[in-house]
C-alpha cells in the first residue's frame, strides 16, 4: 500500500514540475487580492487608488512596480484623467520607493522633472482657511492635509524621498542634490531627507553648502536632520538641530524632533525635555513625546521580570 502511495506522490509531483516547465498556468498565493489591488490603482477613483498603492506597498512584491509606475505618471492618452491626481502620485512615488526597484529611478526622476517647474516657491508662514487643514502626524508635510488636499509640492517631495531609498544611481544623486537649491523649501527639505536615505557620507558636502542660505525653518530642520545622519556623532550640526526644537514653526519642531529619535544620541535628551515642557502643538507633543522615550529607551536597559 506503501508503495502505491510514494508511486502516486511520484506522479503528481512529475506531472506538476511537468506542467510548469510546458507553461501551464500555475496560481500564485494571493494573485487574486494582487490583481484587485492593480485594477484599483489603475481605474478606481483617487482615493480608492491611493489606497491601493498603499496597499501594494505593503504587499511586497516589486511586480507592482510598473503598475506604480503607471499610476505614477498617469495615462498618455488621457492626462486629465480625474485619476490622474497628486494623492496618486503621492502614494504611487511613495509605495515605488518602499519596494526599491531600480526599474523605479528613471520615471521617478522624469515625472520630477516635469513637474518641478509648476512649483511656486512657498511661504510656510502663510495663513490658510482653518477648514482645509486636517489632524494628521506625517513628518513630512509642512502642514496636516486631507486627502483632497494634496498639491504638486508634496507629491514632487515624495519622488526624491523615495528616489532615496532606491539602490544608489549617479542620476538619482544628481537630481536629489540639484532639488537642494530649488525655490521651493519643501523640495529642499524633501531633497534632503532623501539625501539622508541614500546614506553616503559623500553628499555631506553638498548639504553643508546649502544650510548657511537656508532661510526657512523646515527645510532648515530637513537639511541638519540629514547632516547629523550622516555624521552621526555630538556635532556642531547636531547642537544646532536641538535649536530647531524652539522654531517658530510647528513643522520644524516636529521634523527636528524625529530627526533627533531617529539619530537617538543621549544628548538629545535634554533639550527634547525641555521642548516638551512648552510645546502647545498636540501633534508636536506626540511626536517629541515619541522621540524622547525612543531616546530613553535606548539609554536605559529593560527590566527583568521576575
Not at 34 to 51: C, F, H, M, S
Not at 251 to 269: P, Q, T, V, W
Amino acid at each position: 500500500m506503501k508503495l502505491y502511495i510514494s508511486i502516486a506522490a511520484f506522479l503528481i509531483l512529475t506531472i506538476s514540475i511537468h506542467s510548469i516547465e510546458e507553461g501551464f498556468y500555475v496560481p500564485e498565493p494571493n494573485l487574486e487580492i494582487y490583481e484587485k489591488l492593480t485594477r484599483q490603482l489603475l481605474y478606481g477613483e483617487p482615493e480608492q487608488a491611493a489606497n491601493a498603492a498603499e496597499e501594494l506597498m505593503f504587499f511586497n512584491s516589486r511586480r507592482s512596480v510598473r503598475t506604480l509606475v503607471n499610476a505614477l505618471k498617469g495615462p498618455d492618452n488621457f492626462p486629465d484623467s480625474p485619476s490622474n491626481t497628486n494623492l496618486v502620485k503621492f502614494h504611487s512615488a511613495r509605495a515605488l520607493g518602499y519596494l526599491g526597484s531600480p526599474y523605479a529611478a528613471k520615471p521617478l526622476i522624469e515625472e520630477f522633472t516635469k513637474v518641478q517647474d509648476k512649483i511656486e516657491e512657498i511661504k510656510f508662514n502663510e495663513k490658510r482657511k482653518f477648514g482645509f487643514v486636517a489632524m494628521g502626524d506625517s513628518v513630512n508635510s509642512p502642514y496636516f492635509f486631507y486627502k483632497n488636499d494634496y498639491t504638486v509640492t508634496l507629491a514632487a517631495g515624495e519622488m526624491l524621498r523615495a528616489l532615496g531609498r532606491l539602490e544608489y544611481t549617479v542620476e538619482a544623486e544628481n537630481t536629489l542634490k540639484d532639488a537642494l537649491k530649488h525655490k521651493n523649501a519643501y523640495v529642499r527639505a524633501s531633497a534632503a531627507d532623501g539625501i539622508r536615505l541614500m546614506e553616503r557620507v559623500e553628499n555631506l558636502g553638498p548639504l553643508k553648502e546649502v544650510i548657511g542660505s537656508e532661510t526657512e525653518d523646515y527645510a532648515k530642520a530637513s537639511i541638519l536632520g540629514a547632516i547629523c545622519t550622516l555624521e552621526r556623532g555630538a556635532t556642531e550640526s547636531f547642537k544646532q538641530l536641538t535649536e530647531m526644537l524652539s522654531s517658530d514653526y510647528p513643522g520644524a519642531r516636529m521634523k527636528a524632533s524625529h530627526y533627533l529619535g531617529e539619530i537617538n544620541l543621549r544628548l538629545a535628551e535634554v533639550p527634547l525635555t525641555k521642548a516638551l515642557e512648552i510645546e502647545d502643538n498636540q501633534i508636536v507633543y506626540s511626536q517629541m513625546k515619541k522621540d524622547l522615550k525612543r531616546i530613553m529607551a535606548f539609554k536605559m536597559p529593560a527590566s527583568v521580570e521576575e
